[in-house]
């Protein structure tokens, strides 16, 4: 029977696709994608906004639980849990950008997880049930973001994860359950009356809400499905319907299973080495190289005789924060990025810290940054670049550029190193032991039978020097 619509397709593609559908090269990098979003979730469990969603979730209590990551005493319903989940994996920033611009995997691997733990034992899901779940998720979301040509650029009006990451999270939680494609229909058709959060948030305790919101709502929308609640089966075809979220929206009807192809097959993830917006890591990038014509060997870099640092950058006017006043607008800041390379060679988790974004040094440096957006720098992850000019009182000038920064998708982190960012983060949490263990793991889950060994692993209880270092 010819597919009638958009919608329609979708749900053909969610409902159809098997695991011998995956490629070795989605498997691997969709293998990296899980393993840093759960470093990156297991780092956001020690900050204030993860804190203040645990609390809040607290009201609510099921027969059916699952667990909150590094918390083991700790378990909420699947939807809460997925919630503090994905609060957590975007509570620093830390986690994995796509192409076009949104996070793709925050909003579908808590969900995954807690579904994971909270089903029935019997029939157990496996390591390759979990990835091709995942993979169904992340291809939802790439494909909606390529209706739009508005999609392509750093976003002005929602952020992405709370609009498409909600139909990914509703895409893979049907997956995972097996729904019919009727309810597949459904469930995304639920989602999108669930997504959509405002750029204005971003940079605030508020944005890490969005990524948590889209795995629950998308997990709230496939269980809606299942117990037969309706929604406009056209729902991805309409203007009015999906079609709100993105201007020069053009929907087309997915290629039939047999001739899909995978998107993450296309377009490789940015994997960042620290924690802020996508966009800053260009201007670091470039910072680094003037820092290094500026200072030698140890000698300190020479604010006092530093007249003008001129960053020429896109037009994103929520990365255009003068003077941060706290750790979720530095990590939105060209201008505290720049400075903070400029100053310490080198830019970490703590560098966001309140103490280190109100250094007198970083202030009096922040004071001396001019921005310009020259014509051909677009706001787009693919395209954009960074160049820095600064200038000493003597009329000295040096200048450093960057187009490709490592770990950007034409510059992967190696195994390596995405393993080592990887320990970094879980340490705070678990024990050494489990952090192999985990790294193991997710490098082999295509031949895991069970997937209760890898969700086991999650509530593990933290060592107790690793408590009270957290305390």
């Not at 990296?32 to 759960?38: F, Q, S």
């Not at 508020?206 to 729902?235: D, I, S």
């Not at 290629?255 to 924690?275: C, G, N, R, Y």
């Not at 879980?426 to 997710?442: D, K």
């Amino acid at each position: 029977f010819p597919l009638k619509s958009v919608t329609e397709s979708f749900a053909k593609v969610i409902h159809g696709l098997k695991v011998g559908h995956l490629t070795d090269r989605v498997i691997q990098r969709s293998k990296r994608m899980i393993l840093d979003t759960l470093g990156v979730g297991f780092l956001g469990t020690s900050t204030e906004v993860f804190q203040k969603a645990r609390e809040y979730s607290k009201i609510y209590s099921s027969n059916v639980s699952s667990t909150v990551w590094g918390q083991p005493d700790f378990r909420l319903p699947p939807t809460y849990a997925a919630f503090v989940n994905g609060v957590a994996v975007h509570s620093v920033d830390f986690d994995d950008t796509w192409y076009p611009a949104t996070h793709p995997s925050g909003a579908v691997l808590p969900v995954l997880m807690a579904l994971s733990e909270a089903l029935p034992p019997s029939p157990k899901c496996s390591g390759l049930d979990l990835l091709l779940a995942f993979n169904v998720g992340i291809e939802v979301q790439g494909r909606l973001m390529h209706f739009s040509k508005e999609a392509k650029d750093i976003p002005k009006r929602f952020h992405p994860p709370s609009v498409v990451g909600t139909l990914g999270s509703a895409a893979a939680a049907s997956k995972f359950l097996g729904l019919s494609m009727t309810e597949c229909q459904e469930a995304l058709a639920i989602a999108v009356s669930h997504a959509g959060a405002p750029m204005a948030n971003a940079a605030t305790q508020t944005k890490p809400l969005h990524v948590g919101n889209a795995a629950r709502h998308g997990l709230e929308a496939a269980f809606l499905a299942m117990l037969g609640l309706q929604g406009n089966k056209q729902v991805l075809d309409m203007e009015s319907g999906f079609g709100a979220f993105y201007a020069n929206y053009a929907p087309q009807i997915l290629p039939d299973v047999d001739s899909h192809t995978w998107l993450l097959d296309q377009q490789d993830v940015a994997f960042k080495l620290f924690p802020a917006h996508l966009a800053t890591h260009w201007v670091a990038d470039a910072a680094a190289s003037v820092r290094k014509q500026l200072v030698r060997d140890t000698a300190l870099l020479p604010t006092d005789h530093m007249e003008r640092i001129v960053l020429r950058i896109p037009d994103v006017q929520y990365v255009n924060r003068p003077f941060p006043d706290s750790e979720h607008e530095a990590r939105h800041s060209f201008q505290y990025v720049a400075c903070a390379m400029l100053l310490d060679g080198a830019i970490t988790v703590s560098s966001f810290h309140k103490h280190q974004v109100n250094r007198p040094q970083v202030r009096e440096l922040l004071g001396k940054v001019e921005l310009e957006h020259p014509q051909d720098n677009l706001p787009n992850f693919n395209t954009l670049y960074c160049e820095i000019s600064v200038a000493l009182k003597d009329g000295a000038i040096f200048t450093g550029c960057s187009d490709t920064f490592y770990g950007h998708w034409r510059k992967p982190l190696s195994q390596k190193d995405l393993q080592e960012k990887f320990r970094a983060n879980a340490c705070r949490m678990l024990s050494c032991h489990t952090v192999e263990r985990l790294i193991e793991i997710v490098e082999n889950l295509e031949d895991l039978e069970d997937c209760s060994v890898l969700t086991t692993l999650l509530k593990e209880p933290s060592p107790p020097e690793i408590v009270s270092k957290s305390l």
